[in-house]
């Protein structure tokens, strides 16, 4: 199966996903289907290809390598194509990424030898028809991921000449996966793809009126065919490389590492003495994003996403804070780490304090936020109720059903305890907030409960005592878990660190003062 990388570029990064061997094929997968989807259905199809397939600028992982213009993003394209060492190739296009391919032609340094256009016919009548998406701007209600759903649905389902019907001809419609899987991507900054759109809807006459040699092709199952002359005349394509970090001590960049169990999906952050940072269950670890640029200065700071949820794999695996205690060792060896100091919160906090109990030779000092210590009747109820079935629905309803949980999440604690003595004071973030905080939530799918659920499960009286390495347990004052550091000040060893913050620097609304103090001490703590 395909293997998603990230490539750096002077204008930021791109994701692909590889898979084959031979001579190279790029491949741009249009914007009715994921790069992921598409890569997956390459390489159960195409033979003898070495299959580059790169999630469009503005989109999913290349997201912020944007540019404002048909040109712009096929520089984007052309530097990503020559930073991974692609030379000679075929170039393959999906639907409205027909222009964008005709025009990567000639900003690769050798031609290509044929631009193969699928499904430019119908990209073609919705330039036609003008057809555009809704506002996909975030609203406080979440209904522009409704609207962002029921426009890739339709670009499937209907007919591109007559939306009143459904179309007949074409590949397979998208189930529920391959639908929820193209709509995360496209939602990750909804706003460019739908300017991402636009920019290509306007752009397919360059299809029409261009030197580059180009194969339409009437049907996917004609790729195959159309590739069978072109492979002989072309060299072997060269090895992934390992993504390089920007430039910039302190930039933010992604990664990813394999493990035994699976590929793991890494922030990263300066240089220097490595932090293993954490996440809270139950997205991925991009709201520590202020947390791993604000302790970068000096040393790298290294955020996984766990294995089953965000960007990682999602291994179908029973999952306890042992298991992410593990893997979380397991990124270590595969970086090379052989001693590292970890920061965790809530689920990241008791995953940290495994890792110290396990591996104390490995760790060096520890920073636990919030640890899970809540009483054994409050965490049956949440083992019951806090942890619904979330799984991609044909049309879309799951989407809202993600969006009002993540919501209530700052409204009451629990969240399903919606009454007036349940409330919380953090207040709603604003809709962009917490549509990435979302977004991260639909990424991890059907196993987002897994890790959460171990949190909940885990004995955090039973093996705090057993810590034998330098730590700091803690809580910002609006943490729904600040309680707990009563209880953690009698169960910790002797020579813990146990104190309020002024601040939980990931949690949205956080004053400035406050945010830059709290970084203070754990950067003090960090350095003994």
């Not at 397979?172 to 995360?184: I, S």
């Not at 590739?227 to 992604?254: E, F, I, K, N, V």
């Not at 009286?461 to 390495?469: E, V």
Request: a negative charge; one cysteine or more.
């Amino acid at each position: 199966m395909p293997k998603a990388h990230y490539v750096t570029t002077e204008h930021g990064q791109l994701r692909v996903w590889r898979s084959g061997s031979g001579p190279d094929l790029l491949v741009l997968p249009g914007l009715i289907t994921a790069a992921s989807v598409c890569a997956g259905a390459l390489a159960r199809t195409l033979q003898g290809w070495t299959v580059t397939v790169v999630e469009l600028p503005g989109i999913g992982g290349s997201a912020g390598a944007w540019a404002e213009d048909v040109d712009g993003l096929a520089a984007r394209l052309a530097a990503a194509a020559g930073a991974i060492g692609i030379g000679p190739c075929a170039v393959l296009a999906f639907d409205l990424a027909a222009p964008l391919a005709v025009t990567l032609a000639g900003h690769l340094p050798t031609p290509p030898a044929a631009v193969l256009l699928a499904d430019a016919e119908a990209a073609e009548a919705w330039a036609g028809r003008g057809v555009h998406p809704g506002p996909l701007a975030p609203r406080a209600d979440g209904t522009h991921l409704s609207v962002l759903c029921a426009h890739v649905r339709d670009s499937h389902i209907l007919d591109p000449r007559d939306p009143r019907l459904p179309g007949r001809s074409g590949g397979p419609l998208p189930g529920p996966a391959e639908l929820d899987a193209t709509v995360v991507a496209a939602a990750v900054a909804p706003e460019r793809y739908r300017a991402l759109w636009s920019l290509c809807l306007a752009a397919m006459p360059r299809c029409r009126i261009t030197d580059v040699r180009t194969v339409r092709l009437a049907d996917t199952d004609a790729i195959q065919a159309a590739l069978a002359g072109l492979a002989a005349g072309l060299p072997t394509g060269s090895p992934m490389p390992a993504t390089r970090p920007p430039a910039g001590p302190a930039a933010l960049w992604h990664d990813y590492v394999d493990t035994p169990q699976g590929r793991v999906h890494l922030r990263r952050a300066g240089a220097g003495r490595p932090l293993l940072a954490f996440q809270s269950a139950p997205g991925s670890s991009a709201p520590l994003t202020p947390l791993i640029r604000g302790l970068a200065q000096g040393r790298e700071v290294i955020a996984p996403d766990y294995l089953g949820n965000g960007d990682s794999d999602k291994p179908d695996r029973p999952v306890d804070i042992g298991t992410l205690a593990d893997d979380a060792l397991a990124v270590a060896d595969a970086l090379g780490l052989d001693r590292f100091d970890l920061w965790g919160t809530h689920t990241g906090a008791v995953v940290a304090l495994e890792l110290a109990v396990r591996h104390p030779e490995r760790v060096g000092r520890a920073v636990l936020e919030a640890p899970v210590l809540l009483p054994p009747d409050f965490t049956a109820d949440i083992l019951e109720n806090y942890l619904p079935p979330l799984r991609p629905d044909r049309w879309g309803l799951h989407l809202l059903h993600a969006w009002n949980m993540r919501r209530d999440m700052f409204l009451f604690w629990p969240w399903y305890r919606q009454e007036r003595a349940a409330g919380r004071a953090l207040g709603v973030p604003e809709p962009e907030v917490l549509h990435d905080w979302t977004i991260g939530l639909l990424k991890s799918g059907a196993t987002y409960d897994r890790s959460y659920r171990a949190a909940f499960e885990y004995d955090t009286r039973a093996r705090l005592p057993r810590l034998t390495r330098p730590a700091l347990i803690c809580a910002g004052p609006a943490d729904m878990l600040v309680e707990g550091l009563r209880e953690a000040e009698r169960l910790a060893p002797a020579g813990t660190v146990v104190t309020g913050t002024p601040a939980t620097v990931w949690y949205p609304g956080q004053a400035d003062a406050a945010v830059a103090e709290t970084l203070r001490v754990y950067d003090a703590f960090l350095r003994g």
